[in-house]
Every structure is written in structure tokens, then in C-alpha cells.
């Protein structure tokens, strides 16, 4: 199965303390087994290296750390999709027709890779944002 893993559900499954750690971690383990393939895009690696460097915990996790986990945990084991200049405007475009601004852009930005990845599923923390920007994919996006 081609799982497309959203930044929120990497950074839970990166994080012991974080309260859905355990469902996430879950999933990222099968990807590294091989059970299936972990999907990401390529904006989730700045996003993901962002929120774990800043993540509320004491200790901090330090940049070597997040630059590692990331490198071992996701670059190592998960396809990458990139995004061209053209969906980028698509998501643009997509976003004003249907009047959604701000921040929900990142989501249907996550999406638009997880669509041309031909994902089968879209693991995500937030799924109500999820599903408002590409409600025609509303059956693929999951909660771990």
C-alpha cells in the first residue's frame, strides 16, 4: 500500500512524548519494514525539521538530532515527491476558486503530492483541514 504520511504524523511518530505517538509510531514502522511504501512530500522535510527543532520538550531537540532522525527515519526509508511550479499554481488557483485562504495552503499543497503520488492513503493529524481542501479524496485521508 502507497501511504502518503502528512508532516503532523511524522513529527507524532518522531516524538515519544507526543500524545499520538503510539498510533503514528505504528505506522511509520511499517514503512520501514517494508509493509508498505511511506510517502512524504518534499515541503514536509522543512516543515518537519521546523517543528521538531522547535517542539515544546525539555531537552530540545537540537538540530544535529532533527537532521538525523530525519535522514534515518524518513529521507532513508520514504519516497519523496516533489512539486512543480505548475501544480504549485494549480493549488493556487484551486484555493481561490473555491475562496480558502491562509495557512490551508501547506495542506493542499500535501495533498496535491499525495494525489501525484497516487497514494492510498493520506495519514494525517488534522484531518478536518485535510478534507475541506480536497473533499473529493475524503476517503483517503486517515487518522493513525
Known amino acids: 500500500m502507497r501511504v502518503f504520511f502528512d508532516t503532523s504524523?511524522?513529527?507524532?511518530?518522531?516524538?515519544?512524548?507526543?500524545?499520538?505517538h503510539r498510533?503514528?509510531?505504528?505506522?511509520?514502522?511499517?514503512?520501514?519494514s517494508q509493509s508498505d511504501t511511506g510517502l512524504v512530500a518534499v515541503h514536509s522535510l522543512a516543515e518537519l525539521y521546523a517543528t521538531l527543532t522547535a517542539f515544546p520538550q525539555k531537552p530540545r531537540i537540537s538540530a544535529a538530532d532533527a537532521s538525523?532522525?530525519?535522514?534515518?527515519?524518513?529521507?532513508?526509508?520514504?519516497?519523496?515527491?516533489?512539486?512543480?511550479?505548475?501544480?504549485?499554481?494549480a493549488v493556487i488557483e484551486q484555493?481561490?476558486?473555491?475562496?480558502?485562504?491562509?495557512?490551508?495552503i501547506y495542506d493542499a499543497l500535501i495533498l496535491r503530492a499525495a494525489l501525484k503520488a497516487n497514494a492510498d492513503h493520506v495519514l494525517t493529524l488534522n484531518e478536518?483541514?485535510?478534507?475541506?481542501?480536497?473533499?473529493?479524496?475524503?476517503?483517503?485521508?486517515?487518522?493513525?
Open 128 to 144: 478536518k483541514d485535510f478534507r475541506r481542501v480536497y473533499p473529493e479524496i475524503a476517503d483517503k485521508i486517515i487518522v493513525p
Open 95 to 104: 484555493l481561490a476558486t473555491s475562496s480558502l485562504i491562509s495557512g490551508v
Open 68 to 89: 538525523l532522525l530525519i535522514q534515518r527515519s524518513v529521507l532513508d526509508k520514504f519516497e519523496v515527491v516533489p512539486l512543480s511550479v505548475d501544480d504549485y499554481a
Open 23 to 32: 498510533a503514528a509510531f505504528a505506522r511509520l514502522r511499517q514503512v520501514w
Open 9 to 20: 504524523v511524522l513529527v507524532a511518530a518522531l516524538v515519544d512524548s507526543h500524545p499520538s
